[in-house]
């Protein structure tokens, strides 16, 4: 069955510093995507950023990276230089890529990220 | 474009009343999805649409949840008669067809007394 784990239900981190959100996953199918989301205290989801399973190189955007191990099935996200603003939920998801119609996403259950000043 | 438009954005209501969320979905995406968030239960998948077509309503809890989709434009999700374990965050988030990410509302929270 398709799983995403987030093992870290809360994490800190001091402004300005580097911090990894980590993200596991079980799935069958050969093709797939996974993304993070951001979920600030005002409620809305923010999609950050995507990786293919094919993709050769590791997705970023900004001060957002994904480190994608296939072999290990992880896809943790790493924000650097932490800025207050990065206090938030963060969502790891995956969807599979080829499968015609199927655009269900499995969701981990998220971690609490706190920047400290 | 004013992305994902929700309605409305808090809702108080009391058991049993009937409740209806509504959803305007980005212009030229297919896909539309309902979502609830919980405390206990994180984000659930209730149904998504693609061109208006409901393709998987598995996730609808009960036959007290329904939507619609009833143009490209527009869908609701109304739970009739309301119960307190409905009180949730309601998302509602459209995708293009070619693209992978989707783009969420701002969210309803419904608060069943």
């Known amino acids: 069955?398709?799983?995403?784990?987030?093992?870290?239900?809360?994490?800190?981190?001091?402004?300005k510093e580097a911090v990894t959100l980590d993200c596991t996953y079980d799935t069958s199918d050969p093709s797939y995507g996974l993304f993070w989301y951001k979920q600030p205290s005002s409620g809305e989801m923010i999609f950050l950023i995507y990786q293919g399973s094919y993709?050769?190189?590791?997705?970023?955007?900004?001060?957002?990276?994904?480190?994608?191990?296939?072999?290990?099935?992880?896809a943790n996200l790493v924000i650097s230089?932490?800025?207050?603003?990065?206090?938030?939920?963060?969502?790891?998801?995956?969807?599979?890529?080829?499968?015609g119609n199927n655009r269900k996403l499995i969701?981990?259950?998220?971690?609490?990220?706190?920047?400290?000043? | 474009d004013a992305g994902v438009?929700?309605?409305p954005r808090h809702e108080v209501t009391e058991m049993g009343q009937e409740v209806t969320l509504r959803c305007k979905p980005i212009s030229g995406h297919d896909y539309l999805f309902w979502y609830r968030q919980t405390m206990m239960r994180?984000?659930?998948?209730?149904i998504y649409f693609n061109n208006n077509v409901p393709i998987d309503d598995s996730g609808m809890p009960e036959d007290r949840f329904s939507a619609k989709m009833p143009n490209a434009?527009?869908?609701?999700l109304k739970?009739?008669?309301?119960?307190?374990?409905?009180?949730?965050?309601?998302?509602?988030?459209?995708?293009?067809?070619?693209?992978?990410?989707l783009t969420f509302g701002a969210g309803s929270r419904l608060t069943v007394l």
Do not use: H
């Open chain 1, 81 to 99: 230089a932490s800025q207050l603003g990065d206090s938030a939920m963060y969502f790891c998801a995956m969807s599979p890529t080829n499968a």
């Open chain 1, 107 to 117: 969701w981990g259950l998220g971690t609490s990220l706190a920047v400290n000043p």
């Open chain 1, 55 to 74: 993709d050769q190189q590791n997705a970023t955007e900004g001060r957002y990276s994904l480190n994608f191990q296939k072999a290990r099935k992880s």
């Open chain 2, 5 to 7: 438009i929700q309605s």
């Open chain 2, 73 to 76: 434009s527009f869908s609701t």
């Open chain 2, 42 to 46: 994180g984000l659930e998948l209730l």
């Open chain 1, 1 to 15: 069955a398709q799983k995403i784990t987030q093992t870290q239900p809360g994490m800190f981190v001091q402004e």
């Open chain 2, 79 to 101: 739970i009739q008669p309301s119960e307190p374990r409905d009180s949730a965050v309601y998302f509602c988030a459209s995708a293009a067809a070619g693209a992978n990410v």
